[in-house]
């Protein structure tokens, strides 16, 4: 599994943490990944009421050309979102595993730490160390 | 018509007839307290100590106050949940008593280790996964604060009520590659009472 770019959302729909992996790929400016995010939750969220039969869960999974996107959304409203390589296969779950882990750790380091205030960028290092960790872990 | 539903109210025994172990399963498991909903506690306990202080040694030595109380409380709790109470005199007995008893009942296990810096006289307490803390991540603009802090003022607390007067300050880990969360607690001790622990051991060896 490569991963290329890794989101964190807040509830709100602004981006308040991203992570380029794999420096090889052309960068866009800091603008466009909060832009591109901004539009993927109100895409989120149309598709949430987009549902005839009601209680959908919003948008999980996107496959193009290029790269495949997945996203979790916590309960609160959070979206962690992973966009990675066209070889990925979301055997088992192993993504949505890898996302709810992620969900973990921002649980633990970023919201039981008081020097982060609530739906800011999170700058926290331990989070940070235990992210990379974790993707490596993954991408094996 | 007389009120019904006050008899429907199950009655809690009052706190004076409650057992002490109430809560747990068995005296022999005291309770144990999740560690998410301690980390929440202790992550706004760090916030409430930042209010009006100037300098993160202040900072510090609010936590250490806040840790002083539960020091003092800790003590009584663990000489008499002991089988065997017996009250310290030693100066290594009474740290070792800390880094088996009192760390088991705090935090579930023993401290790492005890260390004697001989030159300075000073003991050196060291737990290698200290969970306190363990999901605080200090910024660089605080990078002196070390809230661990708040157990150095238990240690304080603990060494004090048994007459060790001392001064406790808390440090990082040595090696923060192979044990991120080791905290060291650097117990110095009063000239009185380092004195007076050198008479008793000569006392002693007569």
New interface residues.
């Given amino acids: 599994m490569v991963v290329h770019i890794f989101w964190v959302i807040n509830k709100v729909g602004g981006l308040i943490y991203d992570k380029k992996f794999h420096p090889g790929l052309a960068p866009l400016g800091v603008n466009a990944y909060l832009k591109l995010s901004g539009c993927f939750h109100a895409q989120h969220a149309l598709a949430r009421q987009l549902s005839p039969v009601g209680g959908d869960s919003g948008i999980e999974y996107i496959e193009a050309e290029d790269f495949k996107l997945f996203c979790y959304e916590a309960p609160t409203g959070v979206k962690f979102v992973l966009i990675t390589g066209r070889q990925t296969q979301n055997i088992n779950g192993k993504v949505d595993a890898v996302l709810r882990a992620i969900y973990e750790l921002y649980a633990d380091y970023v919201l039981k730490n008081h020097f982060y205030d609530m739906d800011q960028p999170i700058r926290v290092e331990k989070w940070e160390t235990k992210l990379e960790a974790l993707i490596e872990q993954a991408e094996l | 018509m007389a009120d019904l539903t006050l008899s429907l109210k199950p009655k809690l025994p009052s706190v004076l007839d409650r057992s002490l172990y109430f809560g747990t399963s068995s005296p022999k498991k005291p309770a144990e307290v999740s560690l998410?909903s301690f980390?929440?506690l202790?992550?706004?306990i760090?916030?409430y100590c930042?209010q009006q202080v100037k300098t993160t040694t202040e900072w510090e030595e609010r936590l250490a106050s806040i840790g002083y109380q539960v020091g003092l409380r800790t003590l009584d709790l663990c000489v008499s949940r002991d089988k065997a109470p017996k009250r310290e005199t030693s100066l290594l007995s009474m740290l070792l008593f800390i880094q088996n008893s009192c760390w088991k009942m705090l935090f579930g296990k023993p401290a790492s280790s005890l260390l004697e810096n001989e030159s300075e006289h000073t003991y050196i307490i060291v737990d290698d996964d200290m969970q306190v803390d363990r999901?605080?991540?200090?910024?660089a603009d605080?990078a002196d604060l070390n809230c661990a802090a708040f157990v150095a003022g238990i240690v304080r607390a603990i060494l004090s009520e048994a007459q060790f007067h001392c001064r406790v300050t808390a440090h990082s880990s040595e090696n923060p590659a192979e044990f991120p969360n080791q905290r060291r607690f650097r117990v110095e001790f009063e000239p009185h009472v380092l004195a007076r622990d050198a008479r008793l051991n000569e006392a002693r060896k007569k």
């Fill in positions: 998410s980390c929440f202790f992550a706004e760090v916030g930042r999901y605080i991540s200090v910024p605080f």
